[in-house]
């Protein structure tokens, strides 16, 4: 069995992602998706911008990573003849010689974290971008190396600090020296040193605890996170599997630690929940989580929506109507920290007339005339409210704003008409669904995007394509789904203000 550094990285993330990788069926593994090409793609261009920016001459072994036995020789071979620079070498380790380099640390902290592992054949295997000559003493002679990897992050996440000191530890049982340390560059190409003695005993752990998973074939129990699983090759299959099982990750509002509690008290399942003494269950998640929880399970068991007890119908605010209304969606391209697409859907409610505005940057440097452009057309009707899907358009506002020298009169003015709709769902009404996303809801209501598997990262990938492509069939989908996004929206407050009106008169009788 091999243990990769990137096995080990998904099962910091996801143990049954890793299980999967190993176990899994490939029939039930999705295709890689083209926004995860694209990160692969712009890591490999962030590498070779930050090789050539520090000078960096390097050799690297030549065996292709499949033959990663030779691959992992040849590596050792240039580390022996103490080159200063390895680029993209391999490293391996049988686990006996893992655990006598961890056993004959002289740091007895360590010492105490191992645990006894199943005796199979497992071979660890580490990738780190660069291996770094370094003074010392080693098997090699009076030199060693360090690990050093460059990661397109924006910060140094846990997962990162783990194959860090992972790569540090693998370096040691080779060369009988522990590297000082382990260095990630990052996005923005500042040096970030990994502390081992924190990250060391950690890894441990995880590795121990990831072997042991694999070796004993441990299933480990599905749970849907929304967003750390929207990019997953298994995300469908284990959506599925959920559903099958009727699992309570699928539930809004129903965290991983949320999950565990309500586990110790023996709350395994929709029925159970929803019967449940609140006051028993306010003791372990609280008594604001405890009636949100109970209501969104009423919820999904009755199929139907629900007012929020929290909402008053009588004394509350109205959601605003007007005769004439915008619907407002942004695209983006977030490495680029561009904006691209202002999209407004103009609904006139007394005409019964809908169009769509889109404000589209074809290059990377219209983004100031598509907001002028769309701020004249806003200010052009100044009493229309505009409505959008979460807090991202008036962030996007104010940043567009500021970047641009908009008058602080006219951002305060536009900033005042937008209405969120996600904000007003989720404080109003209980809906039997498993995300509050605008997909999810707009599905809910029946209605679909004409690109049905597009997304906000598909449209990243697309505009990307575009700028290289300048195929306009690419803006087409991008549009398309940008009006649909607007469309959806729509959709969602016309079915909400009439649910909530309607609402209100059967309270009032």
Not at 74 to 79: A, G, P, R, S, V
Not at 129 to 157: A, E, H, M, V
Not at 179 to 208: A, F, G, K
Not at 320 to 338: G, M, V
Request: aromatic share 10%; with cysteine.
């Amino acid at each position: 069995m091999l243990l990769t550094d990137e096995l080990l990285l998904n099962y910091k993330r996801c143990r049954r992602r890793t299980f999967l990788e190993v176990y899994g069926s490939h029939q039930d593994r999705e295709p890689t998706k083209e926004f995860l090409l694209k990160l692969k793609r712009e890591n490999k261009h962030h590498v070779a911008t930050v090789l050539k920016e520090r000078s960096l001459v390097y050799q690297q072994p030549e065996a292709s990573k499949k033959d990663w036995l030779l691959r992992s020789q040849q590596t050792l071979e240039l580390m022996s003849q103490g080159v200063e620079c390895i680029y993209r070498g391999r490293l391996h380790i049988k686990l006996s010689d893992w655990q006598s380099s961890l056993v004959d640390s002289e740091n007895s902290i360590i010492n105490e974290m191992i645990l006894p592992i199943a005796s199979e054949d497992v071979t660890l295997i580490a990738d780190p971008t660069l291996l770094i000559k370094q003074p010392g003493k080693s098997i090699f002679g009076d030199w060693t190396y360090l690990p050093l990897n460059i990661k397109l992050g924006r910060r140094p996440k846990p997962e990162y600090k783990l194959i860090a000191a992972y790569h540090a530890q693998i370096i040691a049982a080779i060369t009988g020296e522990l590297p000082d340390t382990s260095t990630l560059i990052l996005r923005q190409q500042n040096d970030y040193q990994i502390n081992l003695e924190y990250w060391l005993p950690r890894m441990y752990d995880i590795v121990n605890d990831c072997i042991e998973m694999l070796v004993h074939r441990q299933t480990p129990e599905v749970f849907i996170s929304r967003q750390r699983c929207s990019l997953c090759h298994w995300h469908s299959f284990c959506h599925e599997h959920a559903k099958s099982q009727k699992h309570l990750s699928l539930v809004p509002g129903i965290t991983p630690k949320r999950y565990e509690s309500l586990l110790s008290m023996g709350l395994d399942s929709l029925d159970a929940i929803a019967k449940a003494n609140p006051s028993q269950m306010a003791e372990k998640i609280g008594k604001e989580v405890t009636s949100q929880l109970q209501q969104q399970v009423r919820s999904l068991l009755l199929e139907t929506p629900l007012i929020r007890s929290s909402y008053n119908l009588q004394n509350n605010r109205h959601l605003p109507t007007h005769a004439i209304e915008f619907y407002f969606d942004i695209e983006a391209e977030p490495d680029r920290n561009l904006d691209y697409l202002l999209g407004i859907l103009a609904v006139d409610r007394v005409n019964n007339t809908e169009e769509f505005y889109p404000f589209l940057a074809e290059t990377v440097d219209q983004e100031a005339k598509i907001w002028q452009e769309f701020l004249e057309f806003v200010m052009a009707h100044p009493n229309v409210p505009i409505f959008h899907f979460s807090d991202y358009e008036v962030d996007t506002i104010k940043r567009l704003a500021a970047l641009y020298n908009t008058p602080y009169r006219e951002t305060k003015a536009l900033l005042n008409r937008c209405v969120d709709i996600h904000h007003w769902v989720t404080t109003t009404v209980v809906l039997p669904v498993e995300s509050y996303s605008l997909k999810s809801l707009a599905n809910w209501l029946g209605f679909s995007w004409r690109e049905a598997k597009a997304g906000g990262d598909q449209c990243v990938c697309w505009y990307d394509d575009w700028l290289r492509s300048q195929d306009s069939s690419l803006l087409d989908a991008i549009l398309s789904y940008n009006e649909d996004d607007c469309y959806a929206t729509y959709y969602l407050k016309y079915w909400l203000e009439n649910f909530l009106a309607e609402s209100q008169k059967y309270q009032v009788l």
